[in-house]
């Protein structure tokens, strides 16, 4: 704001001013812009259980209701890209966001979801990946990590309990160039019997 060569203020300035005096006064500050909630993929099937129906409530306390309260960069499934139909659900708690994905068991070999994320720096960074789990999940879930010195494919079970707060399990430590040239993928191959889940990914980075 400037003043009018005379030195003066108009009055319209002064109403401005008296205003934001008053509002600091009060230790109030203007509304913010309301926050769009998160929507599901768009490519996923709904959820077919209602609100709070969960097989295990004491796990409830571990969902991670909002990605953003999580260290590093983390890649919900509702920003993933699907390959092939992967259905909603939140019967089975813990898990990251609205949800988490299953392959319906069903399409075996043809399915995947591929997590890529925006890193800030070049670097070594630990990758974890979240899931529920039960008697009723696969045992050797095939991942795939693309990252700046090739790409590694392990096979995890997913009826184990992860080691972080029960709900992110640690793939390993990589190094990654800056921006989106690394990606992590979920694919249902070779899993035959049992569903297999995709939440999130996080990336934490660890050193130079």
Known sequence: MQLQDSGFMTP???VVISAAFLMALS???PAKEPVAPRKPHPDAVANTHPPGEVDKPELVPFIVANAEKLKGVVVDEMDAKL???????????????LGY???QKKGKGSKAVIYTPALPKSGRYEVRLSHCYNIRRSTNTPITIHHAEGEKTMRINQQKIPE??????????FRFEAGKSGWVKISNEGTDGKYVIADAVQFLFVGD
Do not use: N
């Open 12 to 14: 319209s300035q002064l």
């Open 101 to 103: 994905l299953h392959d």
């Open 27 to 29: 230790g109030s500050v």
């Open 83 to 97: 390959i092939g139909t992967w259905q909603y659900s939140t019967h089975t708690p813990p898990y990251v966001g």
């Open 164 to 173: 972080h707060k029960k709900l992110f399990r640690t793939l390993g430590v």
